[in-house]
């Protein structure tokens, strides 16, 4: 019935880490995993220093939003799409293609980035590799039961993407000293990127040559038939179908949109942190090649990811102990004291202890919402309302990059923004109080 939670299915969880290792297969696709995810941090890394920090060149707000924009719409938009072919094409192959793929489309984007051409130049391959990846993400979890029996498949899923995202954070981190080494220019920003070709060609090896044409599936008694363009069109049909039925799911629903005025409110803080390192922090005469404000920021990225990997560790314990609709909005109630705390003192140190402390709310509001719609979507639209939802994820965050940019100075300084998130929070936090009072996220079992 509309409005009601339904009992969430009570997932397996005696699954152990030593137990996925001992399986080959497990292991095979998480080295796969791996070298993709950390040739990403190298490419990005490199791609996000050469446009945004790039000493020759004049950086205006907008210039942030429209390059996310134009790096993570086409992703964002072909993500419900790609399980037409996933569940039609040959698993395997879709890794090693698409990985494939990526390390050719490098190789041109890295040779313009060295020769210092402009960013319009090399975008549409920069694109081409961030869009592709859709392809990658979506077919290592649609793997992932081919590899751990489905009593172990809770532990894998958990450990694969935690790992994944240490990788990603260990190629961030690998680019930032690669670029000291051979210093902020074009000849660094490219050698940051290029270790990325080697990488993907690396996981794209490995999962063709460790598994069988079809031992990531699908099976030939789950593979889509019939013509591409139909079930494109009957995919549109069904993310409007999916949209109902989640409406129809409210604890579901409501905490969806919390998470997208989450990220519409990350954008802003995400805009001006760019802005106020690149110009405000940094000290043009001392470090004309950026190198005090690439420290900075290399810090703050490996806080937040230290925060995603301990609130991984934290909100399952949490949202059993209080309930996921308190730690909700514990979280959120949180950043309205973090927010506040750097709008009276705008320090770099304040950024680093934010970002660590607003990941732990974003890591914990995505587990809850991913549990959410485990629980009580469903099957049959389980799967649309992900893609709804993580379509809505990145779109909300683009938003929230824009409506930034309208009030951001040039310099990116500006108190009074962390005290308007502040307040945005608050609103958001009060509102899911009252609401969740009637509609949980789920109920644990």
């Not at 719609?373 to 809505?392: A, H, K, L, P, W």
């Amino acid at each position: 019935m509309a409005g009601t939670v339904s009992a969430p299915r009570k997932p397996h969880t005696e699954g152990h880490v030593r137990a996925i290792l001992r399986r080959r297969d497990f292991r095979r696709l998480l080295v796969t995993r791996a070298g993709s995810q950390l040739a990403d941090g190298f490419f990005q890394a490199g791609l996000a220093v050469s446009v945004f920090f790039n000493p020759t060149t004049q950086v205006e707000p907008v210039a942030y939003a429209l390059a996310f924009t134009m790096l993570i719409g086409p992703y964002s938009l072909l993500g419900p799409y790609v399980g037409v072919f996933l569940d039609r094409w040959s698993r395997r192959d879709i890794l090693a293609v698409s990985n494939t793929a990526r390390a050719v489309l490098v190789v041109p984007t890295v040779f313009l980035i060295w020769l210092g051409q402009p960013e319009w130049q090399w975008a549409i391959f920069a694109m081409l590799v961030i869009t592709i990846n859709r392809f990658v993400l979506a077919g290592l979890s649609a793997s992932q039961p081919h590899t751990v029996e489905p009593r172990e498949l809770v532990t894998a899923n958990a450990f694969a993407v935690t790992m994944g995202t240490i990788c990603y954070g260990l190629g961030l981190g690998a680019a930032y000293l690669v670029i000291q080494l051979l210093g902020n220019d074009a000849i660094g920003n490219a050698g940051a990127a290029a270790v990325a070709i080697p990488l993907y060609g690396f996981s794209a090896a490995v999962a063709r040559l460790s598994f069988t044409r079809q031992g990531l599936g699908p099976d030939d008694r789950e593979r889509v038939t019939g013509a591409v363009l139909a079930q494109i069109v009957a995919v549109s049909k069904g993310m409007v179908n999916g949209f109902t039925h989640l409406w129809e799911r409210r604890g579901a629903a409501y905490i969806v949109l919390v998470q997208s005025g989450h990220r519409m409110l990350y954008g802003f803080l995400a805009v001006m942190t760019l802005a106020v390192f690149r110009e405000y922090y940094h000290d043009p005469i001392a470090h004309p090649d950026y190198a005090d404000t690439l420290a900075w920021l290399a810090a703050i990225a490996a806080a937040g990811q230290v925060g995603s990997f301990l609130s991984a560790l934290v909100t399952p314990r949490m949202s059993r102990w209080i309930g996921p609709r308190t730690w909700v909005w514990a979280l959120l109630c949180l950043l309205v004291v973090v927010l506040t705390s750097i709008g009276l003192g705008m320090v770099e140190q304040a950024f680093v202890i934010a970002t660590f402390l607003v990941n732990i709310t974003s890591q914990g509001i995505k587990i809850v919402v991913d549990t959410s719609i485990q629980s009580t979507i469903d099957d049959e639209y389980r799967g649309r309302i992900f893609s709804v939802n993580d379509t809505v994820f990145n779109v909300s965050f683009i938003v929230g990059m824009f409506l930034c940019v309208t009030i951001l100075p040039q310099d990116g300084y500006a108190p009074w923004i962390p005290f308007f998130t502040a307040g945005g929070y608050v609103l958001l936090a009060t509102w899911y109080r009252v609401v969740s009072r009637r509609f949980a996220p789920y109920v644990n079992a």
